[in-house]
């Protein structure tokens, strides 16, 4: 079982409105990366953020806004909701930013959009 | 671009039955190469990767070789269990700079193995 916890478990807004959702990564993990799981596809990359400051960002409009905090947790900011950002959100955290053996992913938050 | 392409699903399979799930990928560059798998209300975790060509990545029964000839990396394990059953997502990265350290996924698939 891995430490990456995210909030909420699921969520449902209206179109037009902001979310935010959260995640709180492995103990000692200085990097965070955000995805983006369409029902029935793989995960696409929104953003990373290593020590506080975005490390890259995927094919998102700048609707989709980021930060994290000194203990390194994140938030992914979600502005003006349309029916497509329906999704599952999944975080992501690792010590560096291309230790892949050890990036552990959380459960998601699932996000409706109606 | 980047992109990984994998056999859709689901795939159903007996118990002790051989498994391939097939993986194709196109990359500027010389990427790694990865087998994730989701199991239901679990977050994704690392199966097996390959860094170069002709390296075999393994675990858990399973094995991928990554073939740069044919831009592939198809999974398989000799005799499945029904704990097995699960999504499977093959992925690329291309590390390096800025951004370019994140992973390209494949649609997934599904595997579901009957007792």
């Known amino acids: 079982e891995t430490g990456v916890t995210q909030s909420p478990t699921h969520l449902i807004k209206t179109r037009g409105q902001q979310v935010t959702l959260r995640c709180s990564s492995q103990?000692?993990?200085?990097?965070v990366s955000w995805y983006q799981q369409a029902l029935g596809q793989g995960p696409q990359f929104i953003f990373q953020?290593?020590?506080?400051?975005?490390?890259g960002r995927g094919n998102f409009p700048p609707r989709f806004s980021g930060l994290q905090f000194p203990n390194y947790s994140s938030e992914l900011n979600v502005n003006a909701l349309e029916l497509d950002d329906s999704a599952l959100y999944l975080c992501?955290?690792?010590?560096?930013?291309?230790?892949?053996?050890?990036?552990?992913f959380g459960s998601g938050t699932q996000l409706s959009v109606l | 671009g980047n992109s990984v392409t994998q056999m859709e699903g689901p795939v159903t399979l007996s118990e002790e039955a051989f498994l391939t799930i097939n993986c194709t990928y196109t990359?500027?560059?010389?990427?790694?190469l990865f087998w994730y798998v989701q199991y239901p209300g679990e977050g994704l975790q690392l199966l097996l990767k390959?860094?170069?060509?002709?390296d075999k990545g393994s675990n858990k029964g399973f094995e991928a070789t990554y073939r740069k000839e044919t831009t592939s990396f198809h999974l398989e394990k000799g005799s499945v269990q029904v704990s097995d059953s699960a999504v499977y997502f093959c992925?690329?990265?291309?590390?390096?700079?800025?951004?370019?350290?994140?992973?390209?996924f494949g649609s997934g698939t599904r595997l579901q193995v009957q007792p």
């Open positions: 992925a690329l990265s291309l590390g390096g700079g800025t951004g370019r350290r994140a992973l390209t």
């Open positions: 103990s000692g993990h200085n990097t």
């Open positions: 953020y290593y020590r506080e400051e975005e490390n």
């Open positions: 390959a860094t170069k060509a002709d």
């Open positions: 990359a500027t560059g010389y990427p790694s």
């Open positions: 992501a955290s690792s010590l560096g930013t291309g230790d892949y053996e050890k990036l552990f």
